[in-house]
């Protein structure tokens, strides 16, 4: 109930941060699944889109994202708008039963409740695909789920990102879409023995990413090649996905690229670069976010 409470008190920023978007809802919530990365992890290969499957292999098993189409018996069709909210913000099922934190909800719990109300209006709208969800492999004791309500009480608060006065709207924007819907910090912060982020080296990159990947930092504090990456340099990274080197990102960033960043508005994206040029880590993990999608 704090979050959603929360989430209904913030307030409504003014300038258009989607206007790519368009003004419908579901064309807010096409944009916003793209922004929330929803394809590239509910998406198997060759499969139907948003029907889920696809393998996400990390150290503690193998995870497999579910269908969120609206089909009523093997999606998410017939989610109230409420259950929809606590699975987004709270990691809870319409069951009760709690979501891995495979599923970002770490980080869209501080997404606002017009953006994800948005985006639920948009998958409610896609074609039902009947998929049965396939069952998580993985190594005890991290397969008994029990346990995850435990996890939530030692390392889950959910975040308010709160706009910060003397920093830009660009630079707020960004902090947004970086620590909210985009969830980049859930890839590029390393992970202590129980999966939770580590606040204390926020977006200085994880060795052990997901499908064993090392994904590299995203701060400006660390002796890196993103420190050296200016504005422009991140900005035109995330519309190509080529690196200042010449070379291209490959891996899940490719994914990242292909299904979200290449999507985004050019303020959107330039409010990502804005913030990660200037980004220094900070206490802001620990004590919460949220910030309204500007319009």
């Given at each position: 109930?704090?979050?959603v ?11 258009p ?8 809802a ?7 699944m793209h ?7 509910h998406?198997e290969d ?5 029907a889920?499957g ?10 497999y ?10 999606g998410?069709?017939g ?13 809870i099922a ?13 980080s869209y719990?501080?997404?606002t ?19 049965l969800?396939?069952e998580?492999d ?30 830009s709207p ?12 985009g ?6 912060t ?18 052990r ?12 504090d ?16 995330l ?19 292909d299904n ?18 200037g ?5 802001s993990?620990?004590?919460g976010y ?6």
């Amino acid at each position: 109930m704090r979050i959603v409470a929360l989430l209904l008190l913030c307030p409504l920023w003014a300038q258009p941060a989607l206007a790519g978007a368009g003004d419908t809802a579901l064309q807010r919530g096409e944009y916003l699944m793209h922004l929330g990365g929803c394809v590239s992890c509910h998406t198997e290969d060759g499969g139907e889109p948003l029907a889920g499957g696809r393998k996400m292999a990390t150290e503690f098993g193998d995870f497999y994202p579910p269908n969120i189409t609206p089909d009523a018996a093997t999606g998410i069709g017939g989610w109230s708008d409420a259950e929809f909210i606590a699975a987004m913000t709270r990691g809870i099922a319409p069951d009760g039963s709690h979501y891995y934190p495979s599923f970002p909800y770490t980080s869209y719990s501080g997404m606002t409740r017009e953006d994800l109300l948005d985006l639920k209006r948009y998958l409610d709208s896609r074609p039902a695909i009947q998929r049965l969800n396939r069952e998580h492999d993985l190594e005890f004791p991290y397969g008994l789920r029990a346990l995850l309500s435990l996890w939530k009480w030692l390392f889950f608060d959910p975040r308010v990102i709160e706009e910060r006065p003397r920093s830009s709207p660009l630079w707020n924007r960004g902090n947004y879409i970086v620590n909210g819907p985009g969830h980049c910090v859930e890839c590029h912060t390393p992970r202590n023995l129980f999966g939770a982020l580590d606040a204390d080296r926020h977006l200085q990159g994880n060795p052990r990413g997901p499908g064993g990947e090392a994904v590299p930092p995203l701060s400006r504090d660390q002796d890196s090649e993103f420190a050296g990456w200016s504005l422009d340099d991140i900005l035109f990274s995330l519309q190509t996905g080529m690196l200042p080197d010449g070379d291209f990102v490959g891996g899940s960033m490719g994914l990242v690229v292909d299904n979200t960043t290449s999507r985004l508005s050019e303020y959107d994206l330039r409010a990502i670069a804005t913030y990660l040029a200037g980004d220094k880590p900070t206490s802001s993990l620990r004590t919460g976010y949220s910030v309204t999608a500007r319009r």
